[in-house]
């Protein structure tokens, strides 16, 4: 016997759900409409798996997965939802969910998943996998792009430096700097240096996270 806690805006699915599951032996323990409150009823109830809606009010259900996993550690926690993208899929499993469902999957699927979470598995639908297998592989194609070294410079530019000052920081030159960043235009068909660090963090080579507030020198 599983105990459920379920969260979700929309009563009608909680209530197909509660019957399902309850039809099946297990026990709901109750029932949460916004991230808020499946937080407070997480921390009340300690159930054995939260099936996770994202698209909740107050508190969304990336949010609410984030701060049940912080406050009460022992739930485990499955995104049931709409939202059937590797974006939504990855934040959730960042956020500390264990399985990541659309609301098309059977009831038999949703139970069984349920049932491997408990157990401590990770579990994503075959689609969303491979989904997030290609992402990741289009991911280290994009890294492929550029060397080493024209990564740190432009990294370091993104990080608010001049082009003087990242050849100081990498300990190469101004001019071989420059030469490096050309071959960049080429790379990544860039008009500018602008242009160049925005398309790199779009592809994900860079991040805009690493800048420091040390003073240049």
Do not use: C, W
């Not at 939802?81 to 969910?97: E, L, Y």
Request: net charge negative; glycine share 6%; proline share 2%.
């Amino acid at each position: 016997m599983i105990k459920i806690l379920l969260a979700d805006d929309h009563a009608l699915l909680r209530e197909g759900l509660r019957r399902s599951f309850e039809s099946a032996g297990d026990t709901v323990l109750g029932e949460a409409s916004t991230g808020e409150e499946a937080l407070a009823l997480a921390k009340a109830l300690q159930p054995d798996v939260i099936l996770m809606d994202l698209s909740m009010p107050v508190m969304d259900g990336i949010e609410a997965t984030r701060r049940i996993r912080d406050e009460v550690p022992g739930a485990r926690i499955a995104v049931l939802t709409m939202h059937d993208d590797i974006d939504k899929t990855r934040d959730a499993i960042a956020a500390g969910a264990s399985a990541y469902m659309s609301k098309g999957t059977s009831f038999k699927d949703v139970r069984e998943t349920v049932l491997r979470v408990v157990d401590g598995e990770t579990v994503l639908s075959p689609a969303l996998a491979g989904a997030m297998l290609t992402t990741a592989n289009e991911h280290r194609a994009n890294q492929d792009l550029l060397s080493d070294r024209q990564i740190e410079i432009l990294q370091a530019i993104a990080d608010g430096m001049s082009t003087k000052q990242a050849g100081r920081h990498l300990g190469i030159t101004t001019k071989t700097v420059h030469n490096h960043l050309n071959a960049i235009y080429r790379k990544l068909d860039a008009q500018s240096l602008t242009h160049a660090v925005l398309s790199a963090v779009r592809l994900g080579i860079i991040n805009l996270d690493n800048a420091d507030d040390e003073d240049d020198e």
